[in-house]
């Protein structure tokens, strides 16, 4: 039961552009929502994360859009830089649960 | 400085072998999970615990086991590895409180058993 889905495995933008990475979810319990990345060899780590109350988050270059009615959230990086290449990870999960349901993540390649 | 440490980060044993997967962490974090991830795949929660003396299993059925008698120390063990256990285990931490769930993970094990 693959509660958050990321359909897209891989995307390729040029630096300096906008990259937009989709995220769906089927759960309407969850509360948090949040993205990782990964790099090869290393753990994911923490990039932003938004409330099911809020409808966007923003942080630097970094931005994710919540749309509840659609159970959709999508991350932004604008401009996107060689370095922002890696596996994104969306995760959501309900208040004060564990179980934190991840999804299979997309390969952001950033060319030069 | 703050992290969490995975060792080994590599690992090749025959079949029918005890492995023993360590996890430490020195944010003084109370919560502590075993993820499970193959490639291309999403992260799945194996194991976690809420303390010391506190283990859980997670939503993916595994045959491994945990146990947590320090606050930093959160070892995962496979009695008898198989081929089927080949796979990446990723160790986490938060702490504990309402909001976002943020994990702090270590740089993972990859497990190969043949």
């Known amino acids: 039961d693959q509660q958050v889905k990321q359909n897209s495995p891989s995307l390729s933008v040029q630096e300096g552009r906008i990259s937009i990475l989709n995220c769906d979810y089927t759960n309407s319990m969850f509360d948090y929502f949040l993205?990782?990345?990964?790099?090869?060899?290393?753990?994911?780590?923490?990039?932003?994360?938004i409330s099911s109350i809020k409808d966007k988050n923003e942080d630097g270059r970094f931005?994710?859009?919540?749309?509840?009615?659609?159970?959709?959230?999508?991350?932004?990086?604008?401009p996107s830089q060689p370095g922002d290449s890696a596996v994104y990870f969306c995760a959501a999960s309900e208040d004060n649960n564990n179980?934190?349901?991840?999804?299979?993540?997309?390969?952001?390649?950033?060319?030069? | 400085?703050?992290?969490?440490?995975?060792?080994?980060?590599?690992?090749?044993?025959?079949?029918?072998?005890?492995?023993?997967?360590?996890?430490?962490?020195?944010?003084?974090h109370d919560k502590m999970y075993w993820y499970q991830q193959d490639p291309g795949m999403e992260l799945h929660l194996i194991h976690y615990s809420?303390?010391?003396?506190?283990?859980?299993?997670?939503?993916?059925?595994?045959?491994?086991?945990?146990?947590?008698?320090?606050?930093?120390?959160f070892p995962l063990t496979l009695e008898s590895a198989r081929p089927s256990h080949t796979s990446q285990y990723l160790c986490a931490s938060s702490e504990l409180g309402s909001g976002a769930n943020v994990?702090?993970?270590?740089?993972?094990?990859?497990?190969?058993?043949?």
Request: contains cysteine; hydrophobic residues 35%; proline residues 4%.
């Open chain 1, 35 to 49: 993205w990782y990345k990964k790099y090869p060899a290393e753990g994911p780590t923490f990039l932003i994360s």
């Open chain 1, 63 to 78: 931005t994710v859009f919540l749309n509840k009615s659609a159970k959709h959230l999508s991350l932004h990086i604008v």
């Open chain 1, 99 to 112: 179980d934190m349901r991840f999804g299979a993540g997309t390969r952001l390649t950033v060319k030069p």
């Open chain 2, 1 to 28: 400085e703050a992290d969490i440490y995975q060792t080994p980060r590599y690992l090749v044993i025959g079949t029918g072998k005890k492995i023993t997967l360590e996890c430490s962490q020195t944010m003084g």
């Open chain 2, 50 to 73: 809420y303390g010391v003396n506190s283990t859980e299993k997670g939503d993916l059925s595994s045959e491994s086991t945990v146990s947590r008698i320090r606050t930093e120390h």
């Open chain 2, 103 to 114: 994990l702090t993970f270590g740089a993972g094990s990859r497990l190969t058993v043949l």
